[in-house]
């Protein structure tokens, strides 16, 4: 028994982490009876081995060679020789999937006396032919790393040289010889004749494959770790490329670019899987083999049906037919769009396969980021396709609609976007080592392969845009031009694509806000509103973001009195009549216009809580527009929340004032920001007690700091409400500057270096706990006194789970983060 190698159906316990994804889920298809060619697969570990040690582990080759013989006795063919010689694929498969991102060899095995005997058992001397010259182009690519494959093109020009009656033997000799004075041009040696020469180099191989640039950037894109390695799955080839009742596809259980349910895919007769992924030739849709393959079609649907329902999950099926027999040779969960990610999952609730939990867990916030990007405004949309700007349509891949230049080298788009500047990707074909071109481009598009392609399968994986298949589009990459018909398009132009539908214009097109909804979000979200029966309030600063925020299911409003001013373009002319003369401060003005504002946001929300942050005069614009030095100077009471009693009056007095102008069932609050003392609440209210008789404005404390969570209970005790703040108490407990959590860098390149055992952008700091917790106590023993927490720019699913657990549910986040944050507390509701 092996200890790095275990074959398909082997009985005993495994994991994905040992056999890699490829791996497991073959192990687990040929156990479900369903029909796979046999084979074995080579352990992550063997892999960490090499990648540590710099080398196989001393027994691998042997151990390999055994499973050699297995598989051997287990088809009835031999490896090397006839008379039914054993060819093998010899495959990557990492634990987390990385697709197209790593190598794999097909056709190994193949010498003199195993070729001969392949086309004596076919009878088919140019099928050998095509296996040979593609075996050489693999290997010669992957295990030796070259860079300038043969070409089909050539190989078929030699071929026909030979005439159709020439013997194996002499098609062996001179393909091989064509191919090797190819391979040796290229990197100075031979792909070896031996066949365990070769099986054994390509494991090798692929084990290296797991440190290419690409796979690399692919793992730091995504986080995965890179100390997992990769398996090896070593598998008898069966061929798609031997006529027309053989072919090869890729199939989806559903539509991996909208969800829609019904059976999804592509299949390519003649072919070999590497055509299809590598989107060289476009496939036809896989419903053609209803025609085609009638008895095939019913068995992959069939098929695909029942690895959905014992997934529960959309899958990802790579199969190959072989004169009619269908052979399955890869599964996995569907990459996906968010759109479909949306609607499958709200589906899946409808067909009673999944548990509104389930559904929840299957979506993330970031997917709902994604459909509520802004798209194309319809008007432009129409009058490009009037005024002819519809280049062509191909097949849309990777919804989205976006502008960009066109560039045709992927090195320039990663240059241009790094400068700012959006970039549409526009390629004949794409291949992995376009990879850091698509990460940088706002979306690409190529003029051949389908949606299963390369292209279609890394942009979906990217979250980006994708247009494949567009015929249409002659690309000249050398020359840095596209062609349509007489319209010839150069680098650096406008253009615009639909990656749903498939359309490309020239010209820009501006985005506007998501019309209603297409996708199935509402009712996901319904599901995580009843789960966790929070309140999740918008932070807004206009009358009409108030509005779409109620739309949108806000429970509520808050606005910060510097962000209204600036809002409505008064921040400047108010700052400067605050600076009254004699180091007096003049709130007259200040008060009018808030009167006018508030009076504005009530009316558009007269029925639900509308919370109020008095005027920051620390908040950055402000302080600008203060030119704080002087105003400090003129005014060292300004730094410190209660310093000026008239800033606070005049805005208890505003809102007060404003409120008595609605008639509806609100009571507006007014909370002072950094307050940390007890007795800061008590004067805030003593000073409303004072000003506003009627009691109906509320007010508390909006708190920032380590000692205000701390005291929040004596704070309670003297408040109506309390709001804390969550990226400045992060940023604080770090001793770092608050905005620095707003923004990418420095902090990404920081944490990933190693250098901060927690991101306080993504996570909620051990050292932050207790503080949740005083604020959470404070809540239970004032319960008069409502706490909330304040999130600021994108919410973090993990930060919203923590806040949760500590028993918050009340919550204020930018207009756009509010279904995100529904979401991440439903999924938190659910999980608890
Ligand atoms: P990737 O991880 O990039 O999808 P795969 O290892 O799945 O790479 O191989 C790519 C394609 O090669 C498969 O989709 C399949 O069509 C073909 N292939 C792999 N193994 C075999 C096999 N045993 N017989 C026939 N074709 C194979
Ligand atoms: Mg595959």
Redesign the pocket.
Known sequence: DGTYTIAFDDPGEYDRDMLGG?GFGLVEMTRNGLRV?P?CVVSTHACRHYLNEGGLPASLAEEVLERLAQLERRTGKTFGTGPEPLL??V???APISM??M?D?I?NVGLGRSAAIALADATGDTRFMADVLFRFHCMYSETVLGGLDVPERAEFDEVFAELGTDSDAGTVYDKVWQWCQDRVVEDVGEAVPEEPRQQLLGAVEAVFRSWNTRRAVTYRDLHAIPHDLGTAV?V??????NLGADSG?G?AFTRNPVTGEPGLYGEFLSGS???D??AGVRTPLPVQQMAETMPAVYEELAAVCARLESTHNDVMDI???VEHSHL?L??VRAAKRTAQAALRIAADFVDEGIHSPGQALQAVTAEHIRHVQRPGFAPDEVAQARDDGRLLTTGVGAAPGQVSGRLTFDPSLAEERAKGGERVILVRHVTSPTDLHGMIAAAGTVTATGGSTSHAAVVARALGSTCVVGCSALEVDEQASTVRVGERVLRDGEPVSIDGGTGEVFTGELSTTEPAEEHTRLGELLTHAHSSADVDVLAKVTTPEQARRALAKGASGIVVGVDDVLAAAGLLAEVSKTLRGGGGRLDTARLESVLVEQFSALLAACPDVEVGVRALDVHADELAEVLDSTQAFVEHPQLALPLGEPELIKAQIRALATAAATVDGSTTPYLVVRNLTDPAEAAALRATRDELDESDRLVVGAYVTSPRGALLASEISAHSEMLWLEMRVMQATMFGIAPRHLLAREPLEGYVHSGLLGTDPRQQIDESVAPLLDSVAEAHANHPQCPAGVRLSAAVSEPVAATLYSHGFRRFSVDLDELAPCVLALGKAAFAE
Not at 235 to 240: A, D, K, L, R
Request: aromatic fraction near 10%.
């Open positions: 490829k060619p084979g093998l694929s495959r990557s498969g697709p197209g790593m794999t097909l799955v598998q008898s080839m069966v061929f798609g090869s890729v070999q899987g590497e299809v992924v790579e199969f190959t052979y040779l890869q």
